[in-house]
């Protein structure tokens, strides 16, 4: 670079290229700043690389090689969310997010990176919640009933087929029509294993019935999946997703972070719940076209978690939420290695990315470093280059300009967040959890009467009503006078009062009902299914 080039970028005249890309960031309303333009290996503070409010619903991407900064420009962003008012939801996989409820600690990094792209640093924590999946791990605990699922819905958790799926549906219509309500697991258990039992095959017969094989591929399907860790989540009081709405008194967006540490070993549990929040939020919301700013925004942590091992069902699922929800005013940022975690149709909805360094230190590494160059639009710099050799906190980014069209390809370096880079000690984030005005509402579980409890009623009920005919029969022998040969026979009858008891319906569906391992045993038994070696 000239002389007469370092005189004029200092009296705040840039480049002719770095003109062309800072004109694609000016932003006449609301914005988000995420730091300064790079170009020719020299950071240029008044090129500001912005993204407009009103373009965060249209979904976005973060992704970059581990330790490349993604965590912090996740922070970094939902700060700013909050800070304009827009409440935000992240998903911290590795539980170093906590950290944006505290101010942040100053420094020299921290004020060199501030003078570098010309950012005013002040140190703030943002209002915060935190939960956890059904208590697992520290936070409020989200817990939804079986019933807010839906047959559709969960029958793409438990992968089940078309036929499968209709027959969940006429589980569920039973047990709706019954008033068999269906909080957990074990609830919808006992009512499958029912209606499979001598004594329930005559409900559905008319609504075309439930094959045992069905019954036993489902009951398997839930097993498995509580296995994963789904009975836990599974049950009441139920979380309302209006909480994520949320604002402060001060106007700030309310961020909620849902810690997953504890089950980042149980992607299906992760992938579960986020399929039932997302579904239950665009159910709840309005439609309300292009806003101003998001009602929310949404942050995905280690993304790949979320697509990993995934069903065609949810996929489509998801896919199909991404497209539709941004109408209901939700944006979704998905934050990962690679473009390559997130599958096409995904990514494609996504009209924000920021892209940290890769590597490319194997082929695999070559390969996807070309395909994610693809990616992008054209632009003046030489990205397979260039992103092999962005620094910590630095990345390319492309976004939609306040009319829709993609920004010019800008290598950044990013601003440094203001609150605490790190996890939050774990003594203040439970003081935070027990201190919140949600924790009386959602902390205890509650086990009410439902569909499991009314079938064993009703296995009891018939249990005693047998028990009544035998000491009938029992006493009416007597009377007669039979004797020995009366008594037998008597004997006998009662013999075959228990056998019809032990061989009821009511029987075998508690049998067959979640809660014990002697029931979980008699079900692989009668669905032929091998007990499991250990």
């Not at 078309?162 to 219509?173: A, D, K, R, V, Y």
């Not at 719940?273 to 076209?289: C, I, N, R, S």
Request: aromatic share 6%; proline share 5%; with cysteine.
């Amino acid at each position: 670079m000239s002389d007469s080039e370092n005189t004029a970028e200092s009296a705040g005249v840039l480049p002719e290229p770095a003109q062309k890309i800072a004109a694609g960031y000016a932003v006449s309303g609301a914005s988000l700043d995420l730091g300064a333009l790079l170009w020719d290996g020299t950071c240029l503070p008044n090129a500001r690389i912005r993204i407009p409010l009103a373009m965060l619903n249209r979904h976005g991407l973060v992704a970059g090689a581990t330790g490349t900064g993604k965590t912090k420009t996740l922070q970094l962003i939902a700060e700013q969310l909050s800070a304009g008012g827009v409440p935000v939801f992240l998903a911290d996989i590795k539980g170093d997010v906590s950290g944006i409820a505290a101010p942040g600690a100053p420094g020299d990094r921290v004020a060199e990176r501030a003078g570098q792209v010309g950012q005013v640093w002040e140190a703030e924590g943002f209002p915060s919640e935190f939960y956890a999946l059904g208590g697992i791990g520290p936070g409020i605990p989200l817990r939804a009933t079986v019933t807010s699922f839906g047959p559709v819905l969960l029958s793409k958790v438990l992968e089940l087929n078309q036929t499968q799926e209709q027959s969940l549906g006429l589980i569920f219509h039973y047990a709706d029509s019954k008033g068999l309500e269906l909080i957990d697991l074990k609830d919808l258990r006992a009512v499958v294993a029912f209606l499979v039992s001598d004594t329930g095959k005559a409900e559905l017969k008319g609504i075309g019935g439930l094959s045992t094989a069905t019954a036993g591929v489902i009951l398997r399907s839930v097993t498995a999946f509580e296995q994963q860790g789904a009975g836990d989540f599974f049950g009441e009081p139920e979380f309302d997703t209006a909480e994520l709405l949320r604002r402060a008194p001060d106007g700030r967006g309310l961020v909620s972070v849902l810690e997953l540490a504890a089950v980042q070993d149980k992607p299906r549990l992760f992938s579960t719940f986020l399929m039932w929040l997302l579904a239950d939020l665009f159910h709840d919301l309005p439609e309300v076209g292009d806003l101003e700013k998001p009602k929310l925004v949404f942050f995905f942590d280690e993304a790949h978690l979320l697509f990993d091992g995934a069903s065609k069902a949810f996929l489509e699922s998801i896919t199909r939420t991404v497209r539709l929800i941004r109408s209901k005013g939700v944006g979704i940022f998905f934050v990962t290695q690679t473009p390559r975690d997130v599958p096409a149709e995904v990514l494609a909805q996504l009209g924000n990315r920021v892209q940290h360094a890769l590597r490319a230190f194997t082929p695999d590494e070559a390969k996807a470093l070309r395909s994610t160059v693809k990616t992008f639009p054209h632009s003046q710099y030489d990205l397979e280059e260039l992103l092999t050799r962005l620094g910590i906190g630095e990345a390319v980014i492309t976004v939609l300009s306040e009319n829709g069209a993609p920004t010019p390809v800008a290598a950044t370096r990013l601003r440094a967040p203001r609150s605490l880079m790190g996890p939050w000690p774990a003594a203040e984030l439970e003081a935070a959890v027990k201190g919140s005005s949600l924790c009386g509402r959602y902390a205890q579980a509650v086990d009410r009467e439902s569909a499991y409890e009314k079938l064993s009623a009703g296995q009891e009920a018939e249990a005693a009503r047998a028990a009544e005919a035998a000491d009938r029969a029992a006493v009416e022998g007597a009377v007669r006078g039979e004797g020995a040969r009366g008594a037998g026979k008597a004997a006998e009858e009662d013999a075959s009062l228990v056998e019809q008891v032990v061989a009821s319906g009511m029987f075998r569906s508690l049998a067959r009902s979640v809660g014990t391992q002697l029931g979980r045993e008699i079900s692989r038994s009668l669905f032929g299914t091998a007990r499991r070696r250990r």
